[in-house]
């Protein structure tokens, strides 16, 4: 099955100019959807991860399968106020301003093997900035997963040193 043709692609979404990936009609595909998460279970296998980190929200619906076909645990990281106990915080840059992430202080434990597991790697903030909270927290990233990659915006630059795995690519809108 090839899961780039279970990618819906819609024009000028959110705005003018922008092809959106919309994965709805990839999850609501239940053989589709096995089969991402099979694959992305199936390479983080060998990786002897301890946890699975998913950036909200989209990085839940990819990571906790994710998580139980291993029999890891799953971290969220959320949006600012979202989690109900101590939290650690980092804002970062976005093109037009900037955005907060916050994972429990207490999630991570120093040394456990992490995995961050999310839908689409675009520019590369979001996973550069959860991979520094992960770290600040003693954890080790071993490997960054995504359903898809947007190769044209080079989110790779910013998480260069680091183990990305992508399953479907693009190489232009």
């Given at each position: 099955?090839?899961?780039?043709?279970?990618i819906?692609?819609?024009?000028?979404?959110?705005?003018?100019?922008?092809?959106?990936?919309?994965?709805?009609?990839?999850?609501?595909?239940?053989?589709?959807?096995k089969?991402a998460?099979?694959?992305?279970?199936?390479?983080?296998?060998?990786k002897?991860?301890?946890?699975?980190?998913?950036?909200?929200?989209?990085?839940?619906?990819?990571?906790?399968?994710?998580?139980?076909?291993?029999?890891?645990?799953?971290?969220?990281?959320?949006?600012?106020?979202?989690?109900?106990?101590?939290?650690?915080?980092?804002?970062?840059?976005?093109?037009?301003?900037?955005?907060?992430?916050?994972?429990?202080?207490d999630?991570?434990?120093?040394?456990q093997?992490?995995?961050?597991v999310?839908?689409?790697?675009?520019?590369?903030?979001?996973?550069?900035?959860?991979?520094?909270?992960?770290?600040?927290?003693?954890?080790?990233?071993?490997?960054?997963?995504?359903?898809?990659?947007?190769?044209?915006?080079?989110?790779r630059?910013?998480?260069?040193?680091?183990?990305?795995?992508?399953l479907?690519?693009?190489?232009?809108?």
């Amino acid at each position: 099955m090839n899961l780039e043709e279970k990618i819906r692609n819609v024009q000028d979404f959110p705005k003018e100019g922008i092809g959106f990936k919309d994965i709805t009609t990839l999850i609501c595909d239940g053989e589709g959807f096995k089969l991402a998460v099979d694959r992305m279970a199936d390479y983080l296998r060998e990786k002897r991860v301890d946890l699975i980190v998913g950036p909200e929200a989209r990085g839940f619906i990819f990571g906790t399968p994710v998580a139980y076909a291993l029999g890891v645990g799953f971290v969220p990281i959320r949006k600012p106020g979202k989690l109900p106990s101590e939290v650690e915080t980092i804002e970062y840059d976005l093109e037009y301003g900037t955005d907060i992430l916050e994972i429990h202080r207490d999630a991570i434990k120093p040394g456990q093997r992490v995995a961050i597991v999310d839908d689409l790697l675009a520019t590369g903030g979001t996973t550069a900035a959860a991979v520094k909270l992960i770290e600040k927290l003693g954890g080790q990233v071993v490997c960054l997963e995504f359903l898809i990659e947007l190769t044209f915006l080079n989110g790779r630059d910013k998480l260069d040193g680091y183990d990305v795995q992508t399953l479907v690519q693009y190489d232009s809108e």
